[in-house]
């Protein structure tokens, strides 16, 4: 879960830029979390206290409401709106990685990936987005390898997984959008050799780097099963002390076993 929000805290303050290299300082002062955080740690409190993903979103989002949501998702939250909420963009995708972490099976991944999902994205493409981010989470943490990752994407999601992270540089840099940016960021995953490098490829890959790179970071972190020292401490520094509690709390609960420190 950490990994999500580094990446997120880290790409905050490289979104839409177009960086020439992987090599840049990566925490600025304009760092800090957004609506990735605030929305991964919903998720993240629904399964650890047994709350539905819905009440916690609310919870969490009236909770931090400036952290740059749209318009019309706070007015869905806030019962403002009488109109079932159905958004386009990739707010699902890089809120789901506590599901990765916890679930038990692929099976219980692609469940709860699903239902977090439709409550604000029930669209093929978003939902599809959402499951494939879990599953490849999942069996990070779980000992498979890349390869097997990749296959298994690859067979039930049709995504195209030989595409390098140059190739969704190039695509944003023409200016075309990213019908969902999973792929881009299991690209980077693919490429890093370690956390920090998988960070540093999603960012500069480009466009909404903090989602890219939070979709990444998880992947890292649960493949890696390392996070270096000093990330997690100018990251935490930037939370607020019931985010830091409550990553604490699910962490021991779901990572026992991982080396995230």
Excluded: C
């Excluded at 869905?76 to 995708?93: F, L, P, Q, V």
């Excluded at 097997?148 to 049709?158: L, Q």
């Excluded at 995504?159 to 690209?187: C, F, M, R």
């Excluded at 972190?221 to 509690?245: C, G, N, S, V, W």
């Amino acid at each position: 879960m950490k990994g999500a929000i580094i990446g997120d805290i880290i790409g905050s303050a490289f979104i839409h830029e177009n960086l020439i290299s992987t090599d840049f300082q990566l925490f600025r002062p304009t760092s800090a979390f957004t609506d990735d955080t605030v929305l991964t740690m919903a998720t993240a409190d629904s399964i650890l206290n047994g709350t539905d993903y819905q009440s916690s979103l609310a919870s969490w989002v009236k909770k931090y409401p400036n952290a740059g949501y749209r318009k019309n998702f706070l007015n869905w939250i806030r019962g403002e709106s009488d109109e079932t909420y159905i958004s386009d963009g990739d707010g699902a995708a890089r809120r789901i990685s506590p599901i990765g972490f916890a679930a038990q099976n692929i099976e219980e991944a692609l469940h709860e990936a699903e239902k977090s999902t439709v409550l604000t994205h029930n669209i093929p493409i978003r939902v599809e987005a959402s499951k494939a981010a879990a599953v490849s989470i999942f069996m990070a943490k779980s000992g498979a390898t890349r390869k097997e990752i990749k296959s298994f994407i690859s067979v039930h999601f049709g995504y195209d997984l030989t595409l390098k992270a140059e190739h969704w540089k190039q695509k944003i840099e023409e200016g075309n959008h990213l019908n969902t940016p999973v792929p881009a960021a299991l690209s980077a995953f693919f490429e890093a050799s370690d956390f920090e490098e998988a960070i540093r490829i999603a960012i500069y890959i480009g466009g909404p780097s903090n989602t890219i790179a939070s979709i990444t970071g998880a992947l890292a972190q649960a493949y890696f099963q390392h996070i270096p020292k000093a990330f997690i401490k100018r990251a935490l520094a930037r939370l607020t002390p019931d985010m830091e509690t409550l990553i604490e709390n699910f962490e021991t609960k779901y990572l026992q076993a991982s080396e995230v420190f």
